[in-house]
């Protein structure tokens, strides 16, 4: 049995060091002092100073946030309706295809996805002259892959919520759309958070579905990053990957505390509605 549990720890170990080692070499280089990334010569906080002064990197970096932004919001408001149509209603003409055409994007390649995409987007500006490669292209391109994997987090959460509430809102006068916005939404916060992180990141760190339907003077930060790594390691790009993994770690830790919280307030929540409801 021991020697199980340490091939366990072990396997894990490797696991976890095959995961994190990569990262945290990026971050310790990001303050190398020496233009060759690979070769240690010093500290320094040169490569952060001149982020600051890189054009093409905050454009990019803002423009990728305005998208990442634009794109969890109506990826999760979206997704909330699909998830609670296809978690409410069994049946009904077309469930099928609705649920067979948003799980597609989830195993299908970004290539055929933005491939497809800008076809269909170049014959519709042929036929209208609109829209434009750019921002608008990007958002829909992020929200179609979005809104996938959104419908999959809030659908779970609306799965293992009882129904009971609803039924009991509804015994007591409420209409429906009172219902949802009063019960169901309250209940589902916590998802709707993860899926908003979720998307959220996914379109910030897009590089694929970006580059196809992006247009001219619209760079995200993950394009400039990979056009940059194709010409030479630069320290710089070392350095706005520390950063964003610092940004991101946050995000995680604070949403996390945010969650354990609600879910312990939910919960004490019942137990006091249970115990007013007891009988004496």
């Known amino acids: 049995m021991n020697r199980y549990r340490i091939f366990g720890r072990a396997w894990m170990s490797l696991s976890y060091a095959f995961l994190y080692v990569p990262i945290l070499v990026l971050i310790v280089f990001s303050f190398n002092d020496s233009r060759r990334s690979m070769i240690w010569s010093g500290f320094t906080l040169h490569w952060y100073q001149d982020l600051v002064n890189d054009a093409e990197i905050i454009s990019g970096f803002g423009l990728s946030l305005q998208i990442a932004v634009m794109t969890a919001c109506s990826s999760v408001v979206l997704g909330t309706f699909a998830a609670f149509v296809l978690n409410r209603y069994r049946r009904f003409n077309g469930r099928t295809l609705l649920s067979g055409m948003l799980s597609a994007p989830l195993v299908m390649p970004e290539v055929v996805i933005g491939l497809s995409l800008l076809l269909m987007l170049v014959s519709?500006?042929?036929?209208?002259?609109?829209?434009?490669?750019?921002l608008l292209t990007m958002w829909l391109g992020h929200t179609?892959?979005?809104?996938?994997?959104?419908?999959?987090?809030?659908?779970?959460r609306l799965q293992e919520m009882s129904k009971s509430y609803?039924?009991?809102?509804?015994?007591?006068g409420c209409r429906p759309h009172q219902v949802f916005f009063l019960v169901t939404l309250p209940n589902i916060t916590q998802a709707l958070v993860s899926a908003w992180l979720l998307t959220f990141t996914l379109s910030l760190d897009d590089v694929v579905l970006s580059a196809f339907l992006t247009g001219p003077g619209y760079s995200t930060m993950p394009i400039i990053i990979f056009s940059r790594a194709r010409l030479g390691l630069d320290p710089r790009v070392n350095a706005i990957?520390?950063?964003?993994?610092?940004?991101?770690?946050?995000?995680?830790?604070?949403?996390?505390?945010?969650?354990?919280?609600?879910?312990?307030?939910?919960?004490?929540?019942?137990?006091?509605?249970?115990?007013?409801?007891?009988?004496?």
Do not use: H, N, W
């Open 124 to 134: 519709v500006q042929r036929m209208f002259g609109f829209p434009r490669p750019g």
């Open 144 to 156: 179609l892959l979005g809104i996938a994997y959104s419908t999959v987090v809030i659908q779970s």
């Open 166 to 172: 609803e039924e009991a809102a509804m015994d007591l």
């Open 241 to 280: 990957a520390t950063l964003t993994i610092l940004v991101v770690s946050a995000g995680v830790i604070l949403s996390s505390l945010y969650l354990a919280r609600a879910e312990r307030l939910r919960q004490k929540q019942i137990s006091l509605a249970v115990q007013a409801g007891a009988p004496d």
